[in-house]
Nanobody
Framework: QVQLVESGGGLVQAGGSLRLSCAAS????????MGWFRQAPGKEREFVGA????????YYADSVKGRFTISRDNALNMVYLQMNSLKTEDTAVYYC??????????????????WGQGTQVTVAS
C-alpha cells in the first residue's frame, strides 16, 4: 500500500502559476505509475496528466497540454505538477493517484489504486 499527500494548492490569479507536490510513502515508489486528476464542483473527476514509472513518459489531457508539466523524483518519492498560464476553468480540487497495475502513464482513473486527499486550486479572474 502507498499513502499519498498533496500540497501546494492555493489561490492564484489567472495567468499565474502553481506547483503541486505529492509525497508518497509506503511501498517502492518507482513501482507505481502516477497520475493527477481534478474535480470541480458539480463535475466528475477528470484526468489531468500522468507519468510512467521511470518518469520517461508523460501524457496530458488536451485541456492542459502545453501549460502543465508532470515530473517525478523516485529518489525522493515525489511527483509534481507544474501549472502555468492558469485559467479560471482550472479551478478544482487536484488529486494525486498511484497505479500499481500499469507501467505507463494512464488516463483511466480506474487504473489507479491509491489516491491522496486532494488540494484545492482556485484561479481568480
Amino acid at each position: 500500500q502507498v499513502q499519498l499527500v498533496e500540497s501546494g494548492g492555493g489561490l492564484v490569479q489567472a495567468g499565474g502559476s502553481l506547483r503541486l507536490s505529492c509525497a508518497a510513502s509506503g511501498r517502492t515508489f518507482s513501482n507505481y505509475a502516477m497520475g493527477w486528476f481534478r474535480q470541480a464542483p458539480g463535475k466528475e473527476r477528470e484526468f489531468v496528466g500522468a507519468i510512467n514509472r521511470s518518469g520517461g513518459s508523460t501524457y496530458y489531457a488536451d485541456s492542459v497540454k502545453g501549460r502543465f508539466t508532470i515530473s517525478r523524483d523516485n529518489a525522493l518519492n515525489m511527483v509534481y505538477l507544474q501549472m502555468n498560464s492558469l485559467k479560471t476553468e482550472d479551478t478544482a480540487v487536484y488529486y494525486c493517484a498511484a497505479s500499481q497495475r500499469r507501467t505507463y502513464a494512464s488516463a483511466n482513473r480506474n487504473d489507479y489504486d491509491y489516491w491522496g486527499q486532494g488540494t484545492q486550486v482556485t484561479v481568480a479572474s
